[in-house]
């Protein structure tokens, strides 16, 4: 029989902070299968929001330090950190509406104000980025008026299968994908109506079948318009991310689409600033379209600064190439300033979840 109890380990681990949402693990729930053999050897599950948490190495540190200040006479201290994305409580405007996808866990809306901000490549390598932490991940072009995931990905020519009424979503990547440059010829124009583009919306998201996903991510179309709406009158959507780049005319153009999230209650995750910066070859940055006009902008907003993502030759080469530059080249400077405002996305989710407000508190 190990000397050590699990109530011990428990009351140990009642001193570590979720750095976040600034409860102990053990209040938050997220403390599980704890194991005690007899050399008092201790292992236990951190149960985490998102498999793209920032603070994993933080709070594996934490909970090893923690436990064996309290018991001293512990053995070898093993944390696995699994993760469970969990999805929105039942207050808020989650509550009001019904989900269509039910086994979709998350659902994101990527917005601009104006267009070539950036959009479609911040929406493709976040969604790409959230899949290689361990995430299960769609991505839908709602950008009827000019799709760019066929191109993105590499799959022009490819064609969805169909299965009792159902579309089979394709995938690559990790990431599960439905554009309408999949359903036409990429040279017959399609000329959307607003009802139009609002059934065609309406069937990605009840005809497509999408299965279980921690994260739905819609790269929408510049602007504020009617796929938008419809994107909010039939999703509960769990909030949105707002792409500018720092130049005073784009940030004008974003103020309209924050203002419009928030006026039919989508929590605004965050800004993402795109090509913030060119990065020069001895490593100094030219902030050619002006500097810490994202962040400010974020400031005066009350909301936060996802990430910035500096211009390089390999993003636009990504976009054209069919192989994301967070695939082609995941090193890169572009690269990993994508996979730090995925987990911050991924952390706001988290938190807004967490607390079950949707952003409201
Ligand atoms: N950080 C970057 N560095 C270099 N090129 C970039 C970067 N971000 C986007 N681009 C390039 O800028 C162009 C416009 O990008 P994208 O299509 O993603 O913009 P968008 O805002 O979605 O545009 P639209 O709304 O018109 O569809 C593309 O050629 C893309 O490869």
Redesign the pocket.
């Known amino acids: 029989m190990p000397a050590i109890q699990k109530s011990a380990v428990l009351e140990a681990l009642k001193t570590v902070m979720e750095p976040d949402l600034k409860k102990d693990l053990v209040s938050l729930n997220m403390v599980q299968d704890i194991s005690i053999d007899e050399e008092n050897n201790i292992s236990f599950s951190v149960v985490l929001t998102t498999p793209a948490c920032p603070m994993k190495d933080h709070i594996r540190q934490s909970c090893i330090a923690a436990v064996r200040e309290h018991l001293p006479e512990a053995g070898e201290i093993t944390v696995n950190l699994p993760s469970k994305v969990t999805s929105g409580g039942s207050c808020g405007h989650h509550g009001e509406k019904t989900n269509p996808l039910p086994g979709v866990r998350n659902i994101v809306a990527v917005a ?1 104000g ?11 390598n976040l969604a790409v980025s959230l899949a290689k932490t361990g995430a299960s991940v769609g991505l839908v072009d709602a ?1 009827l ?2 799709p ?1 995931v066929p191109t ?1 990905f590499g799959l022009e020519n490819a064609r969805p299968a169909v299965e009792n009424k159902t579309i089979i979503p394709l995938e690559k990547y990790g990431v599960k994908l439905m554009s309408i440059g999949f359903l036409v010829e990429s040279d017959s124009p399609v000329i959307w109506r607003g009802p139009m583009a609002s059934t065609a919306i309406k069937q990605f998201i009840t005809d497509v079948a999408w299965g279980e996903l921690d994260y739905l991510i819609f ?1 929408l ?2 602007g504020t318009g009617d796929i938008q709406l419809t994107l909010v009158q039939t999703l509960p959507v769990t909030g949105a991310v707002i ?1 500018t780049t720092p130049q005073e005319v784009a940030l004008m153009d974003v103020a309209k689409a924050v203002t419009m999230f928030r006026k039919v209650n989508v929590p605004i995750l965050g800004l993402v600033e ?3 910066y060119y990065l020069l070859p001895d490593g100094s940055k030219d902030y050619i379209f002006g500097k810490g006009g994202g962040e400010k902008f974020a400031r005066a907003q009350a909301i936060e600064l996802l990430g910035s ?12 190439s069919g192989m994301p530059v967070t695939i082609e080249h995941p090193d890169s400077e ?1 690269s990993q300033a994508f996979l730090h405002a995925a987990q911050e996305t991924a952390r706001q989710i988290s938190m807004r979840n967490a607390c079950g407000c949707h952003g409201n508190c």
């Open positions: 601009s104006k267009g070539g901000v950036g959009k479609s490549t911040v929406a493709v950008d008026y000019g760019s993105m790269d179309p510049p792409v795109n090509m913030s993502v500096p211009i390089g030759g390999v993003v636009r080469e990504g976009g054209d572009p």
